[in-house]
């Protein structure tokens, strides 16, 4: 049963640091998706990729957040630095275009002090 | 922008009935609408999808109707059990892969 993996699973930080989270998509698939997840905002979609092209980050603060697919195994999203605003749950999805349908990761809890 | 607006934001009902869901979207280019259930500290799961071409589709307990005009599609729950308790959210592909998804509903099934 394949599935879309995130590491570090839950991450603490101060604010000012870099954070880091990977993402690797469901072999096969070539759409990646960031979200952030808060209580009082939903799901919000951060950036996506086709084929490892950025299609769309309009919903990325560009200032702090950066997101890159290196390789087809590999998709990861930085802040540099945190700010305490920036705590929530950071999921990734993977889909296919011929399907349409994106699976989730288990995400990665964010929390910056 | 692209919009999809999700009712009620709570919903809480008696174990054995039912629970309907309802989301309206702005883009009627849209042509793909999945529904997917988050428990409490896990991964948003897709349940049932509709595509745009199909007014109905049922899974056991779980159906979704699209209706194109008015732009709005529903998700019901039959024969609820405590294990349906979760936020569910609505989403509409309008196209170039994006997906919006609603701002969720929180059910809860009282035993």
């Known amino acids: 049963d394949a599935r879309v993996t995130q590491t570090p699973r839950h991450k603490v930080t101060e604010m000012g640091q870099e954070v880091t989270m990977r993402c690797q998509p469901i072999?096969?698939?070539?759409?990646v998706f960031w979200y952030r997840q808060t209580m009082m905002q939903g799901l919000e979609l951060l950036a996506y990729?086709?084929?490892?092209?950025?299609?769309?980050d309009s919903g990325m603060p560009k200032d702090r957040f950066s997101a890159e697919m290196p390789d087809a195994t590999l998709a990861t999203l930085k802040i540099q630095p945190s700010e305490p605003r920036d705590s929530a749950v950071y999921f990734c999805?993977?889909?296919?275009?011929?399907?349409?349908?994106?699976?989730f990761g288990p995400g990665t809890r964010l929390t910056v002090l | 922008g692209e919009n999809v607006e999700q009712h009620p934001s709570t919903l809480s009902v008696q174990e054995g009935d039912s629970a309907v869901i309802k989301c309206t979207y702005s883009?009627?280019?849209?042509?793909?609408f999945p529904w997917y259930k988050q428990e409490l500290g896990k991964r948003p799961q897709l349940i049932i999808d509709?595509?745009?071409?199909?007014g109905e589709k049922k899974d056991q307990r779980i159906a979704v109707t699209l209706n194109k005009t008015a732009k709005h599609f529903s998700l019901h729950i039959t024969e609820t059990q405590p294990e349906d308790s979760a936020v569910y959210f609505c989403a509409a592909y309008t196209g170039g892969f994006k997906t919006i998804f609603g701002a969720g509903t929180r059910l809860f099934v009282k035993a």
């Open positions: 999805a993977s889909g296919s275009q011929t399907t349409d349908t994106q699976y």
């Open positions: 509709i595509r745009s071409n199909v």
């Open positions: 072999l096969g698939h070539n759409t």
């Open positions: 883009d009627s280019a849209s042509n793909y």
């Open positions: 990729f086709r084929n490892r092209a950025p299609l769309d």
